[in-house]
């Protein structure tokens, strides 16, 4: 796997550090709970060491070429300390769900701190029912979502007798961190590279120039459709505000046979579905702020993986944004999923993510200063109102130390003057939604999660109807 010893971050994975400031903190991470009591603490940081070598990543930390002469670069750690990133706690009698929530709400209120591998995990003791729970916590510049390995996949096991690593891991021996003129000659370095490939695209065109007219035509509409997709601001909701550094954390959890019932019987996908009932809690939500839905259509984010098939495994960011509409203002669930599932129909044909991927490419050129502009553009309030990604999981049961994965819900982040994000990932049949909010901008968060559940139940009553009629 790509993931050595001073390589330059890409421009997509510099700006979510471009991003990052004192209240929006740009990690991204999962809490999962797990059946039987704990594993013997001592016993699980050897089960990480041992796995380490699968994801050098999480043993190395930025280094900043001087007078912001490039992009950053990932350096080993020396001083690495697995007990500084692997930590455990415990919650109070009665370990409730509502204690557990509370925990990730405080958890990803805290900024990862930059001078060291930008991540953390916490083994949770003192659930009720015999339970613990796993939070882990990785910086979004180091990884996104759906690039198929981190180290909460690496631990995870297919049986409950665990996994025999075929090549046991060597000592590892940190490399020497490097100097200013190393920094600044990785930079030199990394811009060559990236003339080089721009020559080898231009003599792809070159000896094939036929195949490269469609790909540049494609990637010139692309651009357009985005371009115009901006030009077209995203309304003014309660939802964009100024944030602040705390968060709050609920968890909706579902089936993914509801869902499936719901594609079935009344057409589209799951993820139409999926945005469809997103839809539907938030139009409750913003009636009872007292703003009026008639006409309003929000804009979600929803990012979109275009990593190839042969980089499965890889370190970095390789994904795209597509602006994905939310029909507020249709009060009947049926024809808001119809509305959902046009609208999303039109974007697989469109060339929105083809044109942000050129876009992607583009900023891999620009000096840092140019880079930080950009990257708060890419998170513009205009563009959108919030996020909504929805990650496919392992539809099999897995294990960590013997104990069964029982439950997994993800958590996204908030960028400036965004105080919602929904994470969907499905598990071994479920379907769980993760809502982070902003402590200050979202005390009514409970009341999206009860409407989210509301708007499963219509749906799934309607399926079940049409499944009856025919």
């Known amino acids: ?23 929006s903190h740009m990690h991204v991470g999962g809490v999962a709970t797990f059946e039987n009591p704990p594993p013997d603490f001592d016993e699980f940081l050897d089960t990480i060491r041992g796995r380490l070598h699968l994801v050098p990543r999480y043993r190395q930390k930025l280094s900043y070429p001087p007078l912001n002469s490039g992009r950053p670069v990932w350096i080993d750690d020396p001083s690495f300390n697995i007990e500084y990133h692997v930590r455990r706690t415990a919650l109070p009698p009665p370990g409730s769900e509502e204690q557990l929530l509370l925990l990730t709400s405080r958890i990803f209120s805290q900024q990862l701190d930059r001078a060291k591998p930008l991540w953390e995990m916490w083994i949770i003791e003192g659930l009720e029912n015999d339970r613990w729970a796993l939070i882990n916590k990785t910086h979004h510049a180091m990884i996104d979502g759906v690039s198929g390995v981190d180290l909460a996949t690496v631990i995870f096991d297919l049986s409950r007798e665990g996994t025999e690593l075929e090549h046991p891991p060597e000592p590892w021996i940190p490399h020497t961190e490097p100097g200013d003129a190393d920094l600044v000659a990785s930079g030199v370095l990394g811009a060559a590279r990236t003339a080089i490939d721009a020559v080898k695209r231009t003599a792809r065109i070159v000896s094939s120039p036929a195949a490269v007219f469609d790909e540049v035509r494609d990637g010139i ?38 869902f499936k019932q719901i594609k079935n019987a009344l057409g589209g996908t799951v993820n139409d579905a999926v945005l469809t009932v997103v839809s539907g809690a938030l139009r409750t939500w913003l009636e009872s702020r007292g703003v009026r839905t008639e006409g309003l259509e929000l804009r979600a984010l929803v990012p ?39 609208s999303m129909d039109g974007l697989k044909e469109s060339k929105q993510a083809v044109g942000a991927e050129v876009l992607s490419g583009v ?9 930080a502009q950009a990257s708060r553009l890419n998170f513009s309030t205009r563009l959108f109102n919030l996020i909504v990604t929805n990650v496919p999981g392992p539809q099999f049961p897995l294990y960590v130390g013997g104990s069964k994965l029982l439950s997994i819900a993800p958590v996204a982040f908030l960028p400036k003057k965004h105080a919602l994000a929904i994470a969907i990932m499905s598990y071994n049949g479920s379907l769980n939604f993760g809502l982070l909010g902003d402590y200050d ?7 999206i999660a009860d409407a989210l559940r509301t708007s499963i139940d219509e749906l799934l009553e309607l399926s079940s109807q049409s499944a009856s009629a025919q």
């Open 1 to 23: 796997m790509a993931q050595e010893h001073f390589d330059r971050l890409t421009a997509l994975d510099a700006s979510f550090l471009e991003q990052e400031g004192p209240t």
């Open 221 to 258: 509409e692309g651009v357009g459709e985005v371009a115009w997709a901006g030009l077209n601001a995203a309304p003014d909701t309660p939802l964009n505000v100024e944030i602040g550094p705390h968060r709050r954390f609920r968890v909706v959890e579902a089936d993914l046979e509801d």
């Open 441 to 447: 901008a979202m005390d009514d968060l409970d009341l």
């Open 363 to 371: 900023q891999n050129f620009a000096p840092p200063t140019i880079l």
């Open 304 to 342: 979109v993986s275009i990593r190839p098939k042969d980089a499965h495994g890889e370190f970095g960011n390789q994904i795209a944004a597509m602006r994905g509409p939310l029909p507020v203002y249709i009060d009947e669930p049926e024809a808001r999923l119809a509305m959902v599932r046009r």
